[in-house]
């Protein structure tokens, strides 16, 4: 079978590979398609991601859906053998005093798929088949397929952000940056009931995307002429990871507004407006990955067709650098799925 080898910065490899065997409390899945994200192209693009650098050859990929195998030991309770499975890329430890108190995603010592936050790193799921615990397995709900599916994992981070920034129906909120989890940022907070959502990109073509995602305004981030600019917004989520765009949401929200940053700013230190949180008392909160949100995402998807747009391309797996060099071009490209054929 083959799997997406990141050996180091510029080193995608396509790698033939032992097909795993699951021991007790594991599912052996059948990958049928893996989301490339933005983390996954910044192992690719510079050996690691923000603080988290590549030491070792890891398998990436964690926005994997697929169909359950085999388990390592008699399972009742898991989704049967053949059943279509999202699967829940976190296993927080359940002991440290952040998953006492609930707040399991930034659990200490969790294991992500394919993330080099801990070492040895965590082997994640762009490979035919792969092995992981069985109660990280999500049965797809009725009327939702496995290609949408795999949107999954980052609209559960972009329903986190959103849950992050409080209450948001009625509210006008603004998102910086249009990638995919703005894109989808977007089309969570109009599911909270948000008014108004004006998202700002540099690219024309990644602000269409949002159109279709549910955006009510679409403002070109390198125009400050642009009419769709707003005086002030209510809410911003910071979806670019870069430090221009926390500065402008810090600069347009409203005083005493919460501004969530979600984009995964470079390591150390960030030029932006940091006097505007004083002066105008913005809360400015962060947004880790997920929880619970996976299976509220899950139901999201099997409700709105709508979400097949932001996919803008299904690569097979031995053309994964390709794949990798159009998810990279945001002006060519959406969400791209790797095709693991299972
Ligand atoms: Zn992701
Ligand atoms: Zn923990």
Redesign the pocket.
């Known amino acids: 079978m083959f799997g997406c080898v990141i050996h180091g910065q510029d080193d995608l490899r396509v790698e033939e590979l032992p097909v795993p065997e699951p021991g007790p409390g594991q599912a052996l899945v059948a990958v049928r398609y893996g989301?490339v994200?933005?983390?996954d192209l910044h192992y690719w693009l510079h050996g690691g991601v923000g603080d988290f650098r590549l030491k070792e050859p890891m398998l990436l990929g964690?926005?994997v859906v697929g169909t359950v195998v085999a388990y390592g030991s008699p399972d009742a309770s898991s989704p049967a053998v053949g059943t279509a499975v999202a699967v829940h890329p976190a296993t927080p430890c359940g002991v440290c005093p952040e998953c006492a108190e609930g707040r399991r995603n930034v659990c200490r010592d969790t294991r992500y798929l394919g993330s080099a936050a801990r070492f040895p790193h965590v082997q994640g799921g762009f490979a035919a088949q792969v092995v992981v615990p069985a109660e990280q397995l999500r049965p797809l709900p009725e009327n939702l397929d496995l290609l949408r599916a795999a949107l999954a994992?980052?609209l559960s981070?972009a329903l986190h952000a959103v849950r992050r920034a409080g209450d948001v129906a009625g509210r006008h909120v603004l998102v910086t940056g249009a990638g995919p989890i703005g894109c989808l940022v977007v089309a969570a907070a109009k599911a909270a009931g948000a008014e108004r959502v004006t998202v700002t990109d540099l690219l024309p073509a990644a602000l269409e995307y949002a159109r279709r995602a549910g955006a009510d305004t679409l403002v070109r981030a390198d125009d400050p002429d642009d009419p769709g600019w707003p005086a002030e917004a209510d809410v911003a989520v910071e979806a670019s990871g870069v430090a221009a765009g926390l500065d402008t949401c810090l600069r347009l929200v409203r005083r005493g507004g919460v501004v969530v940053q979600l984009g995964m700013l470079p390591p150390g230190p960030s030029p932006f407006a940091g006097n505007l949180v004083v002066s105008r008392e913005i809360e400015l909160r962060g947004a880790f990955r997920f929880d619970g949100e996976f299976d509220e995402a899950l139901r999201l998807l099997a409700a709105e067709p709508a979400f097949d747009a932001l996919v803008s391309a299904v690569v097979p797996v031995q053309e994964a650098e390709s794949a990798f060099r159009l998810a990279a071009d945001r002006a060519r490209s959406c969400k791209v799925l790797l095709d693991f054929g299972g």
Request: a negative charge; hydrophobic letters at 10%; glycine letters at 22%.
């Open positions: 989301g994200c933005g983390s964690h926005e994992e980052p981070v």
